[in-house]
C-alpha cells in the first residue's frame, strides 16, 4: 500500500488553507486494474468541519506531515481537467488576488461543470415516531417531519433563527445532516432507434407494420427517435416494442448539441465583407509583426465606428489558418449576440459562446466542445477568458476600458491581467481594443510595454454625430420644463419618427422611480437590510432594493408619520419609457435594461426587432451604450449625462466620459447623419466637454494630471479592505486594529494607509461595512504587505474583503 499526502485548497473562506490529507493506493502493474492516481489540479471530496466539500489539490507528496492526517474521500477527476498552463494560471491568480489556489481553479471552471455538495436536512426516526405519535416537538421539526428531507439552504430560508438548534438537535438526534455532491451537467442525450447490425432478419416472419418499420429505418440511414420512427412509418407503438424484443432493431442514446443560435436574429442577412481601409490594414499588419516577433500586446486606440471588430474577424481568420484557436472577450452579455452573429457569419459554426445566461447544460457542451478543439473561436464575457482553446493563438478583449472585466467575487481578477498573464504562458498575443482605454492601459502604452496603434477615424467617410449639450438648470428655470425630455430632445425626436430614422435614449438607471418620499416629513422608504432608498418597479407594481434584493409593498402612509402624502421621485428607464409613450404615442418603443431581458431570449429578439426597424425608439441602460451597431440610428438622447460623476470614486469621470462617448458613438452609424442630444446640469465638467468631441487623448491629459497629483492609478495600486458585521461597534473596534497592523508594516508606509471610515454604502444586507484604503508604488510589495498582515489575523466572526485595484468601491 502506497500513501500520498495533498495539499487541498478549497474555494471557501477557511482561516488555514490549504489542508493536508492522505490518499491510499495499491500500485499494481496490470493497466486494466490499476487505480487512479489523482494530479495536480484534480478536484476531490474532502471532509472539512464535519461535512464534505469539493477541493482542488495544489501539491502532491510522499512525505508524510508531523500530524496525523484524514483520508480524501473520492476523487472526481481521474484525468486532468486543467492544462499546465492553466495550472501556472490558477497560481498566479492566487498570489496576486490574494485568494487560494482553490478559489482560482474554482473561478476557472463554469457552472455546467464545476459541480459542489449539497447539504440536506432529514428527520431522524425519532423524530419522524414522535411526529406520529403528536409528542411535543418545535414547529420547525413539526414541518420537517410533514414535508421530509430537505435542502440545507430551503430549511435556512424557512426557518432563518432555527439554524442556531441544529447542534442540540443533533445531540439529541432529533435531525441528520447529510452531504451529497450534485449531478454537475452532462451531453443532452435523445433515444434513437437503429436496426441491429448482427441480427439477420427473416422477412416473411415480419408483419407489414413491422416491415414498414424496418424499411423506413434503413431508408433513412440515421438513427431516428420514436416520434420520427411513427411519423415516417405511419404505424403505432407496438410494432417498434415488438421489434425491439426481437432484437432487430435496437436502441441507444445519441448526443445532441444544444442550438444556441436558433433565433431569428441569428439567421438575417450577414453584413457585406468591404475591403479594409488604409487605417486598418495599418492596424493588421502591427498586430502580425508583434505576433511574429515578441508578442507584445497591442493597444488599438480607434474611435468609435471606426472599423475595429473587422480588424479583430481578418486576425482570427489569419489564425484559424494557422491551426490557431481565439478567445474574444466583450463587456456586456448584450453584446455578446451581435458579436456572435458576426463571427459565425465569416467562421460557420466553429464559434462557442460563454457567459452567464447560459443553462448549466449549455455551459457544458459550450465547455467541453471548447476543450475538444470543435470550436477553436470563443466568444463571451469576463469568464471566457478561461476557456480551455487548445494551441490558443489570441485573446481580444473589445471594449477593454469597462468596470466589467473586473469580477467583483473572490478571487478579485481583471481579466485584461489574466489575459495577458495567459497569453505570456501560451506564447499567444492580447489585443486590446477600445475608444476609450484605461488609463491604465494607455499609460502602458505610452511607457512602450503595450504596442498603441490609432485608428482616429470612421470607417466608409462617415462622420461623427453633431453634438448638442443642453443645460437643464436653463431648462428649468428659464423654460420651466420639468420633462425628463429638453426641448431640444423632444423636437429632435419628432424629427427623427418622421424621417423614419431609430433613436436611443440612454439613462444608467433602471427602474421607475429612484426614491419613494413622504413629502409631509420627508422621510423615504429605505430598505430595512441596507442604507439605502428602495426603487419603484412598474409591471410589478413593488419597490424593490438593487443591492440585496429586498421587496416591500407600495406604503399607501408614511411608517414615520402616517401621512398618506407618498411621492415618487428620480427617474430611471421605465419611467422613460412610460414619459416617451405618453409624448411619442405613434411610436414603437421597447426598453434594453437587467429587467427587460431576463427571460431567456428576450435580448436576441429585441435586437433582431431593432434591426429590422420594428422599434422606433429603444431605451436603455450601459446596455446600449456599447458595441451596438445599427445603420438606421441617427438621434442618441442621454438624459443624464452627469449622473456618475455623483459616485464617491476616483474613477467616476473616467467612467463618465467613457460612457457618454461611447453611447454617442451609437449614433450616424450609417449613411445619414448622426445627432447626439446630451442633458447635463454639469456643462462645463470635463469628462463631459472632451466627449462631445470624442477627444480622448484630451480628456486622457487633463485627467491624468489630477490623478499624478492626487497619487491615483496608474501612479499607484490599491488595496481596499472592506469589513462587515453585523453589529457596528465590532465592525469600527475590528477596523481600528486592522488598520494599525497594516501601518506597522514593514512593505507599506503608513502614511499612506487611509481609514477606517464608512462605506460609500454603509450597510447592505444587515452587514455594517467599514473601508480602509492602501496605495503603493509597487504592486508585488503592497501584495507581500497585506497577505502579512492577514496571516497573522485572528479567525473571528468579522468578515475582510480585499480588492487589489477595485473598480467600483461601493
Not at 486532468?80 to 492566487?94: H, N, R, T
Not at 492609478?713 to 497592523?741: K, M, R
Request: glycine share 6%; proline share 6%; with cysteine.
Amino acid at each position: 500500500m502506497k500513501r500520498l499526502f495533498l495539499e487541498i485548497s478549497f474555494p471557501i473562506p477557511i482561516p488555514k488553507n490549504p489542508l493536508i490529507y492522505h490518499f491510499d493506493f495499491e500500485e499494481i502493474d496490470n493497466p486494466e486494474k490499476a487505480v487512479f492516481v489523482p494530479v495536480q489540479g484534480s478536484r476531490v471530496i474532502a471532509p472539512i468541519r464535519g461535512r464534505s466539500q469539493i477541493g482542488y489539490i495544489e501539491k502532491i507528496s510522499e512525505i508524510p506531515p508531523t500530524f496525523e492526517t484524514k483520508k480524501i474521500i473520492e476523487i472526481i477527476d481521474p484525468c486532468p481537467v486543467f492544462s499546465p498552463q492553466m495550472i501556472e494560471l490558477g497560481k498566479w491568480i492566487a498570489q496576486t488576488t490574494l485568494s487560494s489556489f482553490g478559489d482560482a481553479l474554482h473561478a476557472m471552471l463554469p457552472a455546467g461543470v464545476k459541480g459542489g455538495i449539497t447539504c440536506w436536512i432529514n428527520p431522524s426516526n425519532k423524530t419522524l415516531e414522535m411526529f406520529r405519535n403528536s409528542e411535543d416537538l418545535p414547529n420547525t421539526l413539526n414541518w420537517l417531519a410533514q414535508e421530509g428531507k430537505k435542502k440545507m439552504s430551503e430549511f435556512s430560508r424557512t426557518f432563518p433563527k432555527s439554524v442556531r438548534n441544529f447542534k442540540e438537535w443533533r445531540e439529541k438526534g432529533l435531525i441528520e445532516i447529510e452531504y451529497k455532491r450534485e449531478q454537475q451537467a452532462g451531453p443532452k442525450l435523445r433515444k434513437v432507434f437503429r436496426v441491429a447490425d448482427q441480427k439477420a432478419i427473416v422477412i416473411e416472419e415480419l408483419t407489414a407494420k413491422e416491415k414498414q418499420v424496418i424499411e423506413i429505418l434503413l431508408k433513412e440511414q440515421e438513427p431516428l427517435t420514436l416520434t420520427e420512427v411513427l411519423k415516417k412509418s405511419g404505424v403505432s407503438s407496438s410494432p417498434v416494442k415488438n421489434l425491439l424484443k426481437k432484437g432487430i432493431i435496437q436502441t441507444f442514446d445519441q448526443k445532441i448539441d444544444r442550438n444556441l443560435t436558433e433565433g431569428d436574429y441569428y439567421k438575417s442577412a450577414p453584413e457585406e465583407n468591404n475591403n479594409l481601409t488604409q487605417s486598418q490594414q495599418l492596424v493588421l499588419s502591427a498586430i502580425r509583426q508583434s505576433y511574429e516577433s515578441d508578442n507584445k500586446p497591442v493597444l488599438i486606440h480607434g474611435v468609435t465606428c471606426s472599423g475595429k471588430t473587422e480588424v479583430y474577424l481578418r486576425w482570427v481568420a489569419e489564425l484559424l489558418a494557422k491551426n490557431k484557436g481565439a478567445i474574444i472577450l466583450v463587456p456586456e452579455i448584450t453584446l455578446t449576440p451581435q458579436m456572435v452573429k458576426r463571427l459565425i457569419d465569416r467562421f460557420g459554426f466553429r464559434v462557442a459562446i460563454l457567459h452567464s445566461r447560459l443553462s448549466d447544460g449549455e455551459r457544458f457542451d459550450q465547455w467541453e466542445g471548447i476543450r475538444c478543439g470543435k470550436f477553436p473561436v470563443v466568444v463571451g464575457a469576463r469568464s471566457a477568458v478561461f476557456a480551455p482553446v487548445p494551441n490558443l493563438g489570441t485573446i481580444i478583449i473589445d471594449e477593454e476600458g469597462e468596470p466589467t472585466f473586473k469580477q467583483s467575487e473572490t478571487p478579485k481578477y481583471h481579466a485584461r491581467e489574466v489575459a495577458e498573464f495567459r497569453c505570456r504562458l501560451e506564447k499567444a498575443i492580447l489585443i486590446l481594443g477600445s475608444a476609450t482605454p484605461t488609463l491604465e492601459s494607455y499609460s502602458m502604452a505610452l511607457n512602450q510595454k503595450y504596442q498603441l496603434v490609432e485608428m482616429p477615424e470612421r470607417v466608409s467617410e462617415r462622420f461623427p454625430p453633431k453634438v448638442e449639450v443642453v443645460d437643464m438648470r436653463q431648462e428649468l428655470t428659464v423654460k420651466n420644463n420639468r420633462s425628463m425630455f429638453s426641448g431640444a430632445l423632444s423636437k429632435a425626436l419628432n424629427e427623427t419618427l418622421k424621417a423614419g430614422s431609430q433613436a436611443i435614449l440612454y439613462l444608467n438607471r433602471r427602474g421607475h422611480s429612484t426614491f419613494v418620499l413622504c413629502r409631509a416629513c420627508g422621510e423615504s422608504v429605505n430598505c430595512s437590510k441596507c442604507k439605502i432608498s428602495m426603487v419603484y418597479h412598474t409591471g410589478s407594481e413593488i419597490l424593490r432594493c438593487h443591492y440585496c434584493g429586498e421587496i416591500q409593498p407600495i406604503p399607501k402612509q408614511c411608517g414615520k408619520c402616517g401621512n398618506t402624502a407618498i411621492k415618487f421621485f428620480g427617474g430611471g428607464t421605465q419611467r422613460v419609457e412610460a414619459e416617451a409613450r405618453r409624448y411619442f404615442p405613434k411610436a414603437r418603443i421597447d426598453r434594453m435594461d437587467s429587467d427587460a431581458i431576463s427571460a431567456k431570449g428576450n435580448l436576441e429578439t429585441i435586437l433582431d426587432k431593432f434591426g429590422k426597424r420594428e422599434i422606433d425608439i429603444l431605451i436603455g441602460t450601459q446596455m446600449v451604450a456599447k458595441g451596438l451597431d445599427f445603420p438606421n440610428v441617427t438621434l442618441v438622447g442621454i438624459l443624464a449625462a452627469d449622473a456618475l460623476l455623483k459616485l464617491p470614486d476616483f474613477r467616476a469621470s473616467e467612467r463618465n466620459f467613457s460612457l457618454l462617448a461611447q453611447v454617442a458613438g451609437r449614433s450616424g452609424r450609417g449613411k445619414n447623419l448622426g445627432k447626439v442630444i446630451l442633458q447635463t446640469y454639469n456643462p462645463d465638467h470635463h469628462s463631459i466637454k472632451y466627449a462631445i468631441t470624442e477627444n480622448y487623448k484630451g480628456f486622457f491629459e487633463e485627467e491624468n494630471q489630477m490623478r499624478k497629483i492626487s497619487f491615483y492609478p496608474p501612479f499607484c495600486h490599491i488595496g481596499l479592505f472592506t469589513i462587515y458585521n453585523p453589529d457596528l461597534n465590532s465592525v469600527i473596534a475590528a477596523s481600528n486594529a486592522l488598520t494599525e497592523q497594516l501601518k506597522k508594516n514593514a512593505h507599506l508606509n503608513p502614511e499612506l494607509v487611509y481609514g477606517p471610515a464608512p462605506a460609500p454604502i454603509e450597510k447592505i444586507d444587515l452587514n455594517f461595512r467599514y473601508q480602509i484604503m492602501i496605495k503603493h508604488e509597487d504592486q508585488n510589495e503592497l501584495i507581500q504587505g497585506v497577505r502579512e498582515v492577514l496571516d497573522k489575523k485572528k479567525s473571528s466572526e468579522i468578515k475582510i474583503s480585499v480588492n487589489i485595484n477595485p473598480f467600483i468601491s461601493l
